[in-house]
């Protein structure tokens, strides 16, 4: 049986990809900071809600045991939890930079340790991270945003490397600018800007990235290793 762990799932990214690994049979532990949010997708797909902070080691611990306890041990996790913060870097706070980090990189640091030597042990596994294009190419007023993703997809390539050759498949998703709550709560200048500089035109939506999660999640991707798929309306080209 295929157990995921999905951070930050109660909306937005975290939400659409929760929806369809159950779609596609996974059973699936929501977390996120909010309760009710993890609550309200527990109950529409059917799977279990555990709220914490993904940057709180005991948080994260507890949500490894009642996931071991109620579906069985990880055997995927998607490193989804995230926030966002819009600031000039001369105006942005040690706190600013601090929590930033804390949430993102920190988080996946901490989840991924967590769940790592069961699947280690197990011979098998996946990691899929959310990163971020603008962890490849920067953004104007998210210096800290930017730094914590691009440090998300170097961890990614360092851990592959590591862990691949036992079975532990570690990959990357640097989505462009996607249509969640965390998006539109930037400034209407910003994602007007944004969405003039994309070849598509528009901005990408939370299922799109759903679809790339779960193809790194499945079989199909056995030879995708340390990679950083990007579904950005053409945002970054490589």
């Not at 909306?11 to 309200?40: C, M």
């Not at 949500?63 to 105006?91: K, S, Y």
Request: net charge negative; charged share 20%.
């Amino acid at each position: 049986m295929s157990v995921a762990i999905v951070t930050g799932a109660g909306s937005g990214i975290g939400r659409a990809i929760a929806e369809r690994l159950a779609a596609d049979g996974y059973s699936v532990l929501i977390n996120d900071f909010d309760p009710a949010a993890a609550q309200d997708v527990a109950a529409q797909i059917g799977g279990l809600a555990v709220q914490g902070d993904v940057s709180d080691k005991n948080d994260v611990a507890r949500m490894l045991e009642t996931c071991t306890q109620e579906l069985g041990a990880p055997t995927h996790l998607i490193n989804n939890a995230g926030h966002v913060h819009q600031a000039r870097f001369t105006d942005m706070t040690v706190d600013d930079f601090d929590r930033m980090i804390a949430v993102h990189l920190r988080g996946t640091f901490l989840c991924t340790h967590a769940v790592l030597p069961a699947m280690l042990t197990a011979g098998k596994g996946c990691v899929v991270n959310i990163a971020s294009q603008l962890g490849q190419i920067g953004g104007v007023e998210l210096v800290h945003y930017s730094t914590a993703k691009a440090g998300i997809i170097g961890m990614t390539k360092a851990l592959a490397r590591e862990v691949s050759s036992q079975g532990v498949r570690v990959n990357a998703i640097a989505p462009g600018p996607i249509n969640t709550p965390l998006v539109r709560s930037l400034s209407k200048e910003w994602r007007d800007a944004k969405a003039s500089e994309l070849p598509l035109g528009r901005f990408g939506e939370p299922e799109d990235v759903a679809d790339t999660a779960a193809f790194l999640c499945s079989d199909s991707a056995k030879l995708y290793v340390g990679q950083t798929l990007n579904p950005n309306s053409g945002d970054v080209m490589l």
